[in-house]
């Protein structure tokens, strides 16, 4: 469980196109300190490359084995958008090391998907963008939405059934996300993200997951 929260608010929260690197420090309510996100932006004038590292500690690397997942994307910049070519998933522990590669054909509009030492297959669905460049494009439609709109992305790397993500700003001005809400053990399924005026994502929580209260991730000073 540690793993997957702190995959999802690595995803949603530790990118944005005009910073080099940011990191965060994450929490779970008694429990403190359980990790940190590092992520990387790199680009030329018609190329990118974005690397999010989630790195747990404590309680959350002795039950995951000392858990440290990977997250890359790569591919051009067409119209100031990314156009991934690549997305790469990677988590290692002490005992294991598995990949996962998605290929995106454009011309086509098929995604194909490759496992640790598996055959290269067609994806179940076809989307121009990845979690990582998805919050990059979108940055500036999601901070100027209204209050109460729904919004609705696809994005590979998200639900593998359809990759559904929605996102919809509260009356706090905060936002709520929601990615895959099947692997969620709170009330809803939401991580409420408070966004700074320049688009930096400073704070992600989690709230009320099983019963040790909330999951928060904040950006370091």
């Given at each position: 469980m540690f793993k997957k929260v702190l995959i999802i608010i690595a995803i949603v929260g530790s990118i944005y196109a005009k910073q080099t690197v940011l990191k965060y420090d994450v929490s779970f309510g008694i429990f403190s300190d359980i990790g940190t996100i590092t992520s990387y932006f790199d680009k030329s004038a018609s190329t990118y490359k974005i690397k999010a590292i989630v790195a747990t500690s404590g309680l959350a690397s002795s039950l995951s084995g000392g858990l440290v997942e990977q997250y890359e994307s790569v591919g051009n910049i067409i119209d100031g958008?990314?156009?991934?070519?690549?997305?790469?998933?990677?988590?290692?522990?002490?005992?294991?090391?598995?990949?996962?590669?998605?290929?995106?054909?454009?011309?086509?509009?098929?995604?194909?998907?490759?496992?640790?030492?598996?055959?290269?297959?067609?994806?179940?669905?076809?989307?121009?963008?990845?979690?990582?460049?998805?919050?990059?494009?979108?940055?500036?439609?999601?901070?100027?939405?209204?209050?109460?709109?729904?919004?609705?992305?696809?994005?590979?790397?998200?639900?593998?059934?359809?990759?559904?993500?929605?996102?919809q700003k509260r009356a706090d001005g905060k936002f709520a996300i929601v990615i895959n809400q099947d692997i969620f053990n709170s009330k809803k399924g939401e991580l409420v993200v408070d966004i700074q005026s320049s688009g930096i994502w400073k704070k992600a929580v989690l709230k009320d997951v099983m019963m040790y209260g909330d999951i928060t991730a904040k950006i370091r000073k």
């Open positions: 958008k990314l156009v991934p070519t690549k997305y790469v998933k990677s988590a290692k522990t002490k005992s294991k090391h598995k990949i996962r590669t998605y290929t995106f054909d454009h011309i086509n509009k098929v995604v194909y998907y490759q496992r640790s030492g598996k055959e290269k297959v067609k994806y179940k669905f076809y989307t121009k963008e990845d979690v990582l460049t998805l919050f990059i494009n979108s940055s500036e439609t999601i901070r100027n939405s209204p209050a109460g709109k729904l919004l609705k992305f696809k994005a590979v790397g998200s639900s593998k059934n359809d990759g559904l993500i929605t996102v």
